[in-house]
């Protein structure tokens, strides 16, 4: 048994490729697939020692990545008759291509 198995820490920082750094909740990062497994303590991955990961997109790109991430984490059990707002209505026309490309890479 390990009872001192220390608890994952409760904040993740993600970084983009032109250094923009950003600092969410472990539980908002999980909502990808890729960086929850990237962030799984029984992987040897670098990530989940160090709590950082590196997304391969500019920043405003990223920006809008964490961004709907913590959107997704805010609303993943909506409340009965509670009006989920549209976030598409967010995202600006010259980063959509982008931003389709990073939701798909990283399975969000």
């Known amino acids: 048994m390990e009872a001192d198995k220390k608890s994952p820490a409760p ?3 993600i970084t983009s490729d032109d250094g923009f750094t950003f600092i969410v909740q472990r539980k908002v990062a999980l909502a990808s697939q890729i ?3 990237s962030l799984n303590e029984d ?3 670098s990530e ?3 709590n950082a990961c590196n997304i391969p997109y500019r920043g405003a ?3 809008k990545v964490v961004e709907y991430l913590s959107f997704k984490a805010q609303f993943q059990e909506p409340k009965p008759n509670e009006d989920i707002p549209d976030f598409q209505e967010r995202i600006p026309p ?11 890479y990283l399975d969000t």
């Not at 931003?99 to 798909?104: H, I, Q, W």
Request: proline content about 0%; overall charge negative.
């Open 11 to 13: 904040w993740v920082r």
């Open 35 to 37: 960086l929850a497994a």
């Open 43 to 45: 992987s040897n991955f």
């Open 48 to 50: 989940s020692h160090s």
């Open 61 to 63: 790109v990223v920006e």
């Open 94 to 104: 010259e980063i959509a291509l982008e931003l389709l490309m990073a939701a798909d």
